[in-house]
C-alpha cells in the first residue's frame, strides 16, 4: 500500500518544484532569447525548484514496482508483461530524471557561454517531452495484462486497460515539438507540454486508486498468482 503513495507524491513534489522554480503554470519555450534563458536558470530559485522536482521525478518508482506486484498476479508463472512493465518504468524514471538535472546544469555557472546556456535548455525540455515511446509501450503493457488477467478475480477493472491505451495515445503529439518552435505544438505548447503533463498526472493518480483497490480488496496477499497454462495432453 505504502508504494502506491508515490503516485501522488510524484504530483505533490514534482509540481511544487516546477511551481517554485517558475517553469509554472508558463513554461520556458524555444523562441525565448539568450539573455532570458540565462538569467531564468542562473536564478536561485530557479535551481532550488529543480532540485525539489528532481527528487519528485524519483517518486513514482515505488508506484511502479507495486504495479508490476499486481500484474504479476494477472499473468501467473509466465510474468512477461509484469517484467517488461517495471523494465520500462525504470527507462521513464530516468526520462523524467536527466531532463531536470541538465537543466540545472545550466545555470551553474555564471560566466557560460549563454549559447551552452540555451544548448541545454533545447536539450533538456526535449529529451524531457519527447521519448515518448518507453511512456506509451508501458501503458499498452498494463493494458495488455489487464485484459489477459487470469486471476479469476480481475485485479484492475477492464476500463483501466482502455484508460491506458488511451493514455498511449494522447502522449504521442509530443515528437511533435521537434518541428515547432512556437504554437501549440512547440514543447511549452498545449499538445507537447501541457497534454503530457496532464494525462502523465492523470496516470499517475488513477494507478495509484488502482493499486491502493487491488492492495486493499487482497490486504494479505491471499489471492494467489493465476496459474500458468498448461499444454493439453497428447
Known amino acids: 500500500m505504502l ?10 513534489v514534482a509540481l511544487g518544484g516546477w511551481a517554485l522554480a517558475g517553469i509554472l503554470p508558463l513554461p520556458p519555450g524555444p523562441t525565448d532569447g539568450l539573455a532570458e534563458i540565462v538569467a531564468f536558470y542562473g536564478s536561485p530559485t530557479t535551481r532550488a525548484g529543480l532540485v525539489v522536482t528532481s527528487v519528485g521525478m524519483c517518486l513514482p518508482a515505488p508506484l511502479l514496482a507495486a504495479i508490476s ?5 494477472m499473468e501467473g508463472r509466465v510474468p512477461i508483461l509484469s517484467f517488461l512493465q517495471l523494465l520500462l518504468g525504470a ?11 541538465l537543466l ?20 533538456a525540455w526535449l529529451l524531457f517531452l519527447t521519448p515518448v515511446a518507453p511512456f506509451a509501450l508501458q501503458n499498452i503493457t498494463i493494458g495488455l495484462a489487464v485484459l489477459g488477467d487470469r486471476s479469476g478475480v480481475q485485479v484492475f477493472p477492464r476500463w483501466s486497460a482502455y484508460a491506458n ?18 504554437g501549440p505544438f512547440a514543447w511549452n505548447g498545449v499538445f507537447v507540454f501541457w497534454l503530457g503533463t496532464v494525462v502523465y498526472a492523470a496516470w499517475l493518480f488513477g494507478m495509484f486508486l488502482l493499486v491502493r483497490r487491488a492492495v486493499l480488496a487482497d490486504p494479505a496477499g491471499v489471492v494467489a498468482p493465476a496459474p500458468a497454462a498448461t499444454a493439453p495432453a497428447s
Not at 506486484?69 to 498476479?73: F, N, P, S
Not at 527507462?91 to 538535472?101: A, E, K
Not at 549563454?114 to 544548448?119: K, R
Request: aromatic letters at 12%; one cysteine or more.
Open 104 to 123: 540545472g546544469v545550466a545555470g551553474l555557472r555564471a560566466d557560460r557561454s549563454p549559447e551552452l546556456v540555451q544548448l541545454l535548455h533545447d536539450t
Open 91 to 101: 527507462v521513464t524514471v530516468v526520462l523524467l530524471l536527466v531532463p531536470m538535472l
Open 69 to 73: 506486484v499486481q500484474m504479476l498476479r
Open 3 to 12: 508504494c502506491a503513495w508515490g503516485g501522488p507524491a510524484t504530483l505533490v
Open 165 to 182: 491505451f488511451w493514455a498511449a495515445f494522447l502522449f504521442c503529439p509530443a515528437v511533435l515539438a521537434y518541428f515547432f518552435l512556437r
